[in-house]
């Protein structure tokens, strides 16, 4: 099966603060990676995406950094705000495939 | 943007039933379809590819015969629970590639067996 976790870590946030999510891939192969957000009883929803011939990319209030040397994946979102409270995971596709298998996920929470 | 209408949102069937998923791409044509299964506070698990005018592809330890799936267009992929039994009670999710962003997410579909 692909990567299923127990219980999804939380990520408390002050609300104007900005909030780093964290990732770590499997695959040295892999060639794509997307941030998804998902909120309570609703589908994933594509926030931004990397190719791994980057290492930096960024979207209106968020950026996404890659490091392929540790195989880390981060989302940083600027000016955190209540409507960002949603599960948050990283996705990655290896070359030549069109699966993603998808990280255990983070839970944001916004504090008033 | 793209969009995959997924029905239905819910749905509660007693132990024994079938019961039928239904993604449609509305904006573009989805040749390939990846059904999910997700269970409370867990990340989304790969069951299996549907590709249209083929059978599908199931990831290890996926039954086929339970979990039936249909790709008769390029629109519309089908997930057909067989037999559900309470703990196939969990929220399925269908995705297609859109040649865009990437993939795009169904709304999902919480199951409920009883």
């Known amino acids: 099966g692909e990567s299923v976790g127990l219980h999804l870590p939380t990520l408390s946030v002050q609300e104007g603060d900005n909030s780093i999510i964290n990732c770590a891939y499997s695959?040295?192969?892999?060639?794509?990676f997307i941030w998804y957000k998902q909120e309570s009883g609703k589908g994933p929803q594509f926030i931004i995406d990397?190719?791994?011939?980057?290492d930096k990319r960024q979207g209106q209030r968020v950026t996404v950094l890659l490091n392929k040397t540790v195989k880390h994946l981060s989302l940083q979102i600027a000016a955190t705000q209540p409507g960002d409270s949603a599960v948050y995971f990283c996705?990655?596709?290896?070359?030549?495939?069109?699966?993603?298998?998808f990280g255990t996920g983070t839970r944001l929470k916004v504090l008033a | 943007g793209a969009v995959v209408s997924q029905h239905p949102s819910r749905v509660i069937c007693k132990s024994g039933t079938s019961v039928k998923i239904e993604c449609r791409s509305l904006?573009?044509?989805?040749?390939?379809m990846f059904w999910y299964r997700q269970f409370p506070k867990q990340s989304l698990m790969l069951m299996a590819t549907?590709?249209?005018?083929?059978?599908?592809?199931?990831e290890q330890g996926v039954e086929k015969d339970k979990f039936l799936i249909n790709h008769a267009s390029l629109t519309l992929s089908t997930l057909t629970v067989t037999s559900a039994h309470p703990e196939d009670s969990s929220f399925y999710i269908c995705?297609?590639?859109?040649?865009?962003?990437?993939?795009?997410f169904g709304s999902g579909t919480r199951l409920t067996v009883v």
């Open positions: 904006d573009f044509q989805a040749t390939t």
């Open positions: 695959n040295s192969a892999s060639d794509y």
């Open positions: 996705a990655e596709k290896t070359s030549g495939t069109y699966k993603y298998i």
């Open positions: 549907s590709n249209e005018g083929s059978k599908a592809t199931y």
């Open positions: 990397i190719r791994s011939n980057m």
């Open positions: 995705s297609a590639p859109d040649g865009k962003s990437g993939y795009t």
